[in-house]
């Protein structure tokens, strides 16, 4: 397993928000977190990276405790996060976007992402690259945030909801997308409300509600249990 997350307990200061969470990923693979607002998708992946530390449980990467540990050391070990706000920097060009972000990472194995590869797999940014980050649409933000979480060389990146409030063609591309990068062999856990997208790219799916892991399986198995749909992802 490249990530194994075991009854984690989290809280925004007296609040109880995650309830023994627990999820693993393997090498390659693309997993959904799904559930509706408020149901603690942002906190666990917020609580993988540091960010939001649990309080009790364990975030095994590779083998190595990372609970505890802060978000740049979580970084430095191949952990990419992005965030739902994506907090690109405005005044920085596309391309300005991108070198700003380029490190190395400990487990990181392949060949090594450049602007030029990013491009290649965004093709639309290479038309942007002059343009500030604060004059893109939301979904050229979102592909600029992905690209620079990938300038990194990450070997697990977590997505915050990377499609809410995206155009339904952008949201297309962005499964094509994500789908490309899963076959360049990036592992990747999204959180996410959007069933259909979800259901269309990922290959298991872990489903919380009110803090609490109520869903493991694979997708296949998600598409078919209506119960688990109708109770916990169904506005």
């Known amino acids: 397993m490249i990530l194994e997350v075991s009854g984690i307990n989290t809280y925004y200061g007296t609040s109880h928000i995650l309830f023994d969470v627990a999820l693993h990923m393997k090498r390659g693979e693309l997993v959904c977190l799904l559930g509706r607002n408020g149901s603690g998708k942002t906190t666990t992946l917020r609580s993988i990276m540091g960010l939001t530390p649990p309080k009790r449980g364990t975030v095994m990467f590779y083998g190595e405790e990372l609970r505890g540990r802060p978000s740049y050391y979580v970084a430095q070990k191949g952990i990419g996060y992005v965030p739902d706000n994506r907090l690109i920097f405005p005044d920085l060009t596309v391309r300005e976007n991108l070198e700003i972000a380029r490190k190395n990472s400990e487990h990181y194995q392949g060949e090594p992402w450049t602007v030029e590869k990013v491009y290649d797999t965004f093709p639309h940014l290479k038309n942007l690259e002059k343009h500030l980050g604060g004059h ?100």
Do not use: C, H, W
């Open 136 to 235: 893109l649409s939301g979904g050229e933000q979102q592909m600029l945030t992905i690209g620079r979480t990938l300038m990194g060389n990450p070997e697990l990146i977590l997505l915050d909801e990377p499609v809410e409030g995206l155009a339904p063609l952008i949201v297309k591309d962005f499964s094509e997308k994500l789908i490309k990068l899963k076959e360049m062999g990036v592992t990747i856990l999204f959180s996410e409300q959007n069933i259909r997208f979800s259901l269309a790219i990922a290959d298991r799916a872990y489903v919380i509600n009110k803090g609490r892991i109520e869903y493991e399986g694979t997708i296949e198995d998600l598409s078919r249990n209506e119960e688990i749909k109708q109770k916990y992802l169904m506005i």
